[in-house]
């Protein structure tokens, strides 16, 4: 969050949003953070973002159209772009995206002051830690060879559909589809349960994520600890040096904890 700074003190409460309008929520976060004057969050024109504090937490809010449909590409770009500055500098349980409630005195009635005490807990666990994303998908050709070189079925229908016209091998077809996506599947597995193990002694905590394309090879989320995160990229270019071009590794992150947050 640009210019985002941890103070003491309770600050002000958001004014009541204008007329047509009520409260998106991002996130819960310490009330001792104060935020540029020149955050935005959602909408068209964008929201100036503000704070509500309710004892020692917060609610992080902009104004929203109530007229206006949440839901386009840019509002959810805005939504985790907005939490993941936010994470960068403080702990921060994001919502997810499109929670709307009617007005300030809302979110503390109905969000703040119910979860305060768990809130609070929350945000003490997550201080110091962020989330990271590690996706990686098999190249095309590789697996494909490794499929056809492991399996002997795969390789005989390869070698009909091969020798025989397109329209008599349709029966082939289906099955060799079949096979290879039963075949990666299985590969996705085993991959990730090697990943999940294998940055254990350099992460707090892994959730594994469903598959987003039918080669992913692994797509996990890791909790990590600020000051471990450059033994932890050190450990996903070692694994990326092992996998060579077999497999493709991207890293996101550091961002918001949304797959620890469970309240």
Same mark, same amino acid.
């Given at each position: ?8 003190? #309770?600050?002000? %409460? ?33 929201? %100036?973002?503000?704070?509500? %504090?309710?004892?020692?937490? #917060? ?92 399996? #002997? ?111």
């Amino acid at each position: 969050m640009t210019g985002s700074t941890r103070q003491s003190g #309770a600050g002000d %409460r958001a004014e009541a949003p204008p007329r047509n309008t009520a409260c998106y929520v991002y996130g819960i976060l310490p009330e001792d953070v104060e935020i540029s004057e020149d955050a935005v969050g959602v909408g068209d024109p964008p929201g %100036r973002v503000k704070i509500i %504090r309710h004892g020692e937490i #917060a609610a992080l809010v902009s104004d929203v159209d109530v007229d206006r449909p949440l839901g386009r590409a840019q509002d959810l770009v805005a939504h985790e772009q907005l939490l993941d500055e936010a994470a960068a500098e403080v702990p921060v349980l994001p919502l997810r995206f499109g929670a709307v409630m009617t007005t300030p005195e809302a979110v503390v009635e109905e969000l703040l002051a119910p979860h305060h005490d768990s809130f609070a807990a929350a945000l003490k666990q997550i201080e110091g830690r962020a989330q990271f994303v590690l996706k990686a998908r098999y190249a095309e050709q590789p697996v494909l060879v490794e499929v056809l070189t492991e399996n #002997a079925e795969a390789r005989q229908l390869r070698d009909r559909i091969r020798q025989l016209p397109e329209e008599v091998t349709r029966n082939e077809r289906i099955r060799l589809g079949e096979l290879i996506t039963q075949i990666i599947a299985a590969k996705r597995e085993a991959d990730t349960r090697a990943v999940v193990e294998r940055f254990e002694p350099v992460t707090v905590g892994a959730v594994v994520r469903d598959p987003s394309h039918e080669r992913d090879a692994a797509h996990v989320a890791f909790l990590v600890e600020n000051d471990r995160q450059a033994d932890f990229e050190r450990a996903v270019g070692e694994l990326r040096s092992e996998w060579g071009d077999r497999v493709e590794v991207r890293l996101l992150g550091p961002m918001a904890p949304y797959d620890f947050v469970t309240t």
